[in-house]
């Protein structure tokens, strides 16, 4: 529809297609990344993301660990910044393809040799990466917030490197949520109404 209404920035620009998509495509990356600080930093949005750091497990699953509710509103917040973006339609699918083969990726319960592994880094987020996200230390918890691009860690300062514990030393998940009971779905669905749990 916004492309019929020509509605958005990339559809005022009057660019070729190619590179709308490709532009469209890194901007929605760029997006997801600040949507992703956001629900780390405003205390109602973290309720509904901490779902996805309760996990004890770093694995592919997590990639898939997110309360009903804040895909819902992840899924409101993107069609917004297609609207505004005026992102090709093309673009929007190649977009969330991405997004989701990543989110599997670099939720990977993998090794990779390191200098793979550091080189990759500069192109994509990798496992090794995105783990130091799930430390249950808060200023470690507060970085490497990328999905598919590591570039937007690295340009605005929340890039890590690594965990101050090492990999093999890290404590994933959080605090407040250590327990089974805890890790049951129903208690899952219900955790964004406790309070018990500080932001990091």
Request: aromatic residues 10%.
């Amino acid at each position: 529809m916004a492309n019929e209404q020509a509605w958005g920035l990339l559809n005022l620009a009057n660019l070729p297609v190619w590179l709308s998509v490709l532009l469209g495509t890194i901007a929605l990356d760029l997006a997801i990344y600040f949507q992703h600080r956001i629900f780390h930093a405003v205390p109602w949005l973290w309720r509904l993301h901490r779902m996805h750091h309760a996990d004890l497990e770093f694995d592919v699953t997590t990639g898939l660990r997110f309360h009903p509710l804040e895909i819902v509103l992840s899924m409101a917040i993107k069609i917004t910044v297609v609207v505004a973006l005026g992102a090709p339609a093309i673009a929007v699918l190649i977009f969330e393809v991405i997004l989701n083969a990543t989110s599997m990726f670099n939720h990977g319960n993998v090794r990779l040799p390191q200098g793979l592994e550091q080189k990759l880094r500069r192109l994509v987020v990798t496992p090794d990466m995105h783990r130091v996200h799930h430390s249950i230390v808060p200023e470690e918890t507060n970085s490497n917030f990328g999905f598919n691009l590591p570039w937007w860690d690295r340009f605005f300062g929340t890039y890590r490197d690594k965990p101050a514990a090492g990999h093999i030393g890290m404590v994933i998940g959080i605090e407040d949520f250590r327990e089974p009971r805890d890790l049951r779905l129903d208690q899952m669905l219900i955790q964004p109404f406790r309070s018990t749990y500080r932001r990091p």
